[in-house]
């Protein structure tokens, strides 16, 4: 291509930059009391002042009179990643969306995004946990982010449930059997066994001689799609006796699995289903403790929404290593998602509260890193949350200050962290949500409303996969 036409070109594109500089907001779009960057929005054109234009252009103009462009595509490619790389620079070190990485290393989700991308080729599974308080009841948040996940990378069904649902479920429905006992750790819900082991879920559901359980995919209106059919169901169990046996049911087919000897180590039973279903139910013969269910399809993407009702999420170095661990491995686990802190605030009164909260989830990090280390962590903090201070509504008092310590338990243990406060807004952004119409959060001003919830799962999602986009591209330049 002559050189005057590539100038031509390059003078073109400036002027519809700036045409469009004429019509977008100079500083971005408000979102609460702060303003969001993301890719659709934060153009680099936006946010550049005219001489730092110039430069950028003059750059490109003396690297282009270095180069021997064959054609106008190989320039197009070359202004779209001088653009994208400045985007996505500023974007992991700038946003108030980005999520911060531990020694700011950018090479952080490099292995989970491999398996992400590679699991319907090598047709598997690959698991998200997903911990929380109240505000991921009911799937909020963690539907949203499995959809979007599964519609870009694959899977169905809703991952892994515990066999007694406590809350109800907008992805499926669960029925248990008056003979299922269900033990939780932690939380308001808590009820506490006789030993520790809780398993993955932090909740374990005894069997005794028999029962039965069956799940069925809901179709409200806020069911997510991909959660209505599956076609692999997982059966965890921690001890039995001789002989127990489930059952799997659904249409006219009778599926039989059995645990032949007693033993005290996680088992796994398996059925694989030629056809996806959208119910089924397990009936169980013999005593055994039921740790969980895994609801998937054949491969892809499972994210599973794990809320304890109450919990601020120290309760993980309390159970028995040898009832997650194993789980953890057969479920393909990459990512570990740690969103609490809310239910801490009412108990944080000074900085010791915050120096000893900081404390005990440093040392939940370090132990879910060391009973397994293949998956990375991400502990998402707490959203904002109103109080009255005098009379009047405000963020409640130390709410900073304990994520700031969030933030430091994280990125000083090597997981990275998630500023779900910064997100909203900052400070008082709680009472703006409430405000908004439709409403975001719930009048008892701690709770997103499901409109809300849905806007703070998008972005979350949005902001991961701007880390996945930026991997992609340096991989493409060859840039680590």
């Given at each position: 291509?002559?050189?005057?036409?590539?100038?031509?070109?390059?003078?073109?594109?400036?002027?519809?930059?700036?045409?469009?500089?004429?019509?977008?907001?100079?500083?971005?779009?408000?979102?609460?009391?702060?303003?969001?960057?993301?890719?659709?929005?934060?153009?680099?054109?936006?946010?550049?002042?005219?001489?730092?234009?110039?430069?950028?252009?003059?750059?490109?103009?003396?690297?282009?009179?270095?180069?021997?462009?064959?054609?106008?595509?190989?320039?197009?490619?070359?202004?779209?990643?001088?653009?994208?790389?400045?985007?996505?620079?500023?974007?992991?070190?700038?946003?108030?969306?980005?999520?911060?990485?531990p020694d700011n290393d950018?090479?952080?989700?490099?292995?989970?995004?491999?398996?992400?991308?590679?699991?319907?080729?090598?047709?598997?599974?690959?698991?998200?946990?997903?911990?929380?308080?109240?505000?991921?009841?009911?799937?909020?948040?963690?539907?949203?982010?499995?959809?979007?996940?599964?519609?870009?990378?694959?899977?169905?069904?809703?991952?892994?449930?515990?066999?007694?649902?406590?809350?109800?479920?907008?992805?499926?429905?669960?029925?248990?059997?008056?003979?299922?006992?269900?033990?939780?750790?932690?939380?308001?819900?808590?009820?506490?066994?006789?030993?520790?082991?809780?398993?993955?879920?932090?909740?374990?559901?005894?069997v005794y001689e028999a029962?039965?359980?069956?799940?069925?995919?809901?179709?409200?209106?806020?069911?997510?799609?991909?959660?209505?059919?599956?076609?692999?169901?997982?059966?965890?169990?921690?001890?039995?006796?001789?002989?127990?046996?489930?059952?799997?049911?659904?249409?006219?087919?009778?599926?039989?699995?059995?645990?032949?000897?007693?033993?005290?180590?996680?088992?796994?039973?398996?059925?694989?289903?030629?056809?996806?279903?959208?119910?089924?139910?397990?009936?169980?013969?013999?005593?055994?403790?039921?740790?969980?269910?895994?609801?998937?399809?054949?491969?892809?993407?499972?994210?599973?929404?794990?809320?304890?009702?109450?919990?601020?999420?120290?309760?993980?170095?309390?159970?028995?290593?040898?009832?997650?661990?194993?789980?953890?491995?057969?479920?393909?686990?990459?990512?570990?998602?740690?969103?609490?802190?809310?239910?801490?605030?009412?108990?944080?009164?000074?900085?010791?509260?915050?120096?000893?909260?900081?404390?005990?989830?440093?040392?939940?990090?370090?132990?879910?890193?060391?009973?397994?280390?293949?998956?990375?962590?991400?502990?998402?903090?707490?959203?904002?949350?109103?109080?009255?201070?005098?009379?009047?509504?405000?963020s409640i008092p130390l709410?900073?200050?304990?994520?700031?310590?969030?933030?430091?338990?994280?990125?000083?243990?090597?997981?990275?962290?998630?500023?779900?406060?910064?997100?909203?807004?900052?400070?008082?952004?709680?009472?703006?949500?409430?405000?908004?119409?439709?409403?975001?959060?719930?009048?008892?001003?701690?709770?997103?409303?499901?409109?809300?919830?849905?806007?703070?799962?998008?972005?979350?999602?949005?902001?991961?996969?701007?880390?996945?986009?930026?991997?992609?591209?340096?991989?493409?330049?060859?840039?680590?």
């Amino acid at each position: 291509m002559k050189t005057y036409k590539i100038l031509s070109f390059i003078f073109l594109v400036i002027a519809l930059l700036a045409l469009l500089c004429t019509v977008f907001p100079e500083d971005g779009v408000a979102f609460g009391s702060r303003r969001l960057f993301f890719p659709a929005l934060e153009e680099v054109m936006v946010r550049e002042k005219s001489q730092s234009v110039a430069e950028k252009m003059d750059k490109i103009v003396a690297d282009l009179r270095m180069q021997n462009f064959q054609d106008s595509l190989s320039t197009v490619d070359f202004l779209a990643n001088n653009d994208s790389l400045l985007f996505y620079a500023r974007f992991v070190t700038e946003s108030p969306v980005r999520i911060h990485l531990p020694d700011n290393d950018l090479n952080f989700f490099n292995s989970l995004f491999d398996k992400l991308e590679n699991c319907q080729e090598k047709k598997e599974v690959v698991h998200i946990l997903h911990y929380g308080d109240s505000q991921i009841e009911g799937d909020r948040i963690t539907g949203f982010i499995r959809q979007q996940l599964q519609e870009k990378f694959g899977g169905n069904g809703p991952g892994l449930l515990p066999a007694v649902q406590a809350i109800p479920s907008s992805a499926v429905g669960q029925t248990a059997s008056e003979n299922m006992v269900r033990f939780t750790i932690a939380g308001n819900l808590a009820n506490k066994a006789s030993h520790n082991r809780y398993g993955v879920m932090g909740q374990v559901t005894e069997v005794y001689e028999a029962g039965s359980m069956a799940i069925t995919a809901r179709n409200f209106k806020n069911t997510y799609q991909n959660v209505k059919e599956f076609s692999k169901i997982r059966l965890f169990t921690g001890r039995n006796t001789p002989g127990f046996q489930a059952t799997l049911l659904h249409a006219k087919e009778s599926i039989v699995r059995t645990i032949q000897a007693e033993n005290t180590r996680v088992n796994v039973l398996t059925w694989n289903l030629k056809t996806p279903i959208k119910q089924f139910s397990l009936q169980f013969s013999g005593t055994a403790e039921i740790i969980g269910i895994a609801v998937d399809g054949e491969y892809g993407v499972a994210v599973d929404n794990i809320p304890l009702r109450g919990s601020s999420g120290t309760f993980f170095s309390q159970i028995d290593a040898n009832s997650i661990a194993p789980v953890m491995k057969e479920l393909n686990t990459q990512l570990i998602l740690l969103e609490f802190g809310g239910n801490m605030m009412p108990s944080i009164k000074g900085e010791k509260n915050i120096a000893d909260y900081k404390n005990i989830m440093s040392k939940q990090i370090k132990y879910l890193q060391n009973i397994y280390p293949v998956a990375k962590i991400i502990l998402i903090g707490p959203a904002d949350m109103s109080v009255k201070v005098n009379g009047r509504l405000q963020s409640i008092p130390l709410l900073e200050e304990t994520i700031q310590g969030l933030k430091e338990a994280a990125l000083e243990n090597g997981a990275a962290f998630w500023d779900m406060y910064e997100v909203m807004g900052g400070k008082n952004s709680m009472i703006e949500w409430v405000n908004n119409k439709p409403a975001l959060a719930a009048p008892d001003y701690i709770h997103f409303t499901p409109r809300g919830a849905e806007k703070i799962a998008e972005m979350f999602y949005m902001s991961l996969m701007n880390y996945y986009d930026f991997a992609v591209l340096r991989h493409n330049l060859n840039i680590e």
